[in-house]
């Protein structure tokens, strides 16, 4: 089965997941230009459930919260790549700033987020919790970071 599914077939499994008592573990984020810190959450986001869905944020949505010139990655590279980790089980790209839509109707047990979301910032997390869930923030691996790959990309080949 391919990893990158619609939002209604996302919801669809969610039920049957449901009756076989698997726990639903999200996150999300724009991953664009991977790197260590994103193989962290990911795979402290796997240890958490049974399933791991990932949010990725399309190349539209990327382009409303990001700076000028993001994504560098496109749109199904990052969905490819994403497919490609092991620890991911299914990926939904969202059009959105935020993932709250695709939260609302997959209802996740967990939800998970890097420290650097205060735990009032993450969306979703009201939602999660007014269901029995649990939100977990990851911490960071300082330094990782895709703005900070950029910066020094520029600083070796634009100077």
């Known amino acids: ?72 990655v ?9 497919s490609a980790l092991e620890m991911v089980d299914y990926v939904v790209v969202f059009n959105e700033q935020t993932p709250q839509k695709v939260i609302e109707e997959i209802i996740p047990d967990v939800l998970v987020k890097g420290s650097d979301w205060s735990i009032n910032e993450i969306v979703g997390r009201e939602i999660v919790e007014s269901n029995g869930g649990k939100v977990v923030r990851v911490d960071l691996i300082d330094g990782k970071s895709t703005t900070n790959i950029i910066e020094k990309i520029i600083e070796l080949f634009c100077k």
């Not at 496109?74 to 994403?82: G, I, S």
């Open 74 to 82: 496109e749109e199904k590279d990052r969905v490819k790549v994403l």
């Open 1 to 72: 089965m391919e990893k990158l599914l619609n939002i209604k077939t996302l919801k669809n499994l969610r039920s049957s997941w449901k009756n076989q008592n698997k726990k639903v573990v999200f996150t999300n984020g724009c991953f664009d230009i991977i790197h260590s810190g994103h193989i962290e959450l990911l795979r402290r986001a796997k240890f958490e459930g049974d399933i791991l869905v990932v949010g990725m944020n399309s190349d539209s949505s990327v382009k409303q919260i990001k700076e000028s010139g993001r994504p560098v």
